[in-house]
């Protein structure tokens, strides 16, 4: 977990050097962009690091579903680390895009995530009944 922060908080200040060496040389720079690509990396260290987290309940995508069993646990937090890795390539790309339905698409990953595991919560509860 140190390795991720110790990443996300280099590239933050990796970014505000190179914001900071472009306004000093008087260059037109778009933070709106830099800060789309910045968030998709960050997306991107979570999602490698998100199925490779033990069971436990501060870390994590953390619902009624994530907290039955270690193999659901395994399970979605695998599924979350997939869509949280799409959703910073999409955020990544937005920078490039002017339009808003990179909006769209991260929220509708986001969701699947969430969906996903409340399916297999459900298929659990079938299950045991």
């Known amino acids: 977990m140190n390795t991720a ?9 990796i970014g505000l050097n190179i914001v900071y060496i472009l306004n000093v040389c008087n260059e037109a720079l778009n933070t709106e962009r830099l800060f789309l690509i910045f968030v998709g990396c960050i997306f991107i260290i979570i ?3 998100l199925p490779t987290v033990n069971y436990n309940s501060k870390v994590g995508v953390r619902n009624t579903a994530s907290f039955q069993n270690k193999k659901s646990w395994t399970q979605i937090q695998r599924f979350s680390g997939c869509a949280f ?17 990179y909006a769209i698409l991260v ?9 996903y595991s409340i399916q297999l919560y459900s298929n659990k509860l079938l299950k045991n009944e």
């Open 5 to 13: 922060f110790a990443m996300i908080g280099g590239l933050f200040v």
């Open 107 to 115: 929220i509708s990953l986001l969701i699947a995530a969430m969906l």
């Open 85 to 101: 890795i799409i959703c910073g390539i999409f955020i990544g790309f937005a920078a490039l895009i002017p339009s808003f339905l």
């Open 47 to 49: 999602g490698s690091f």
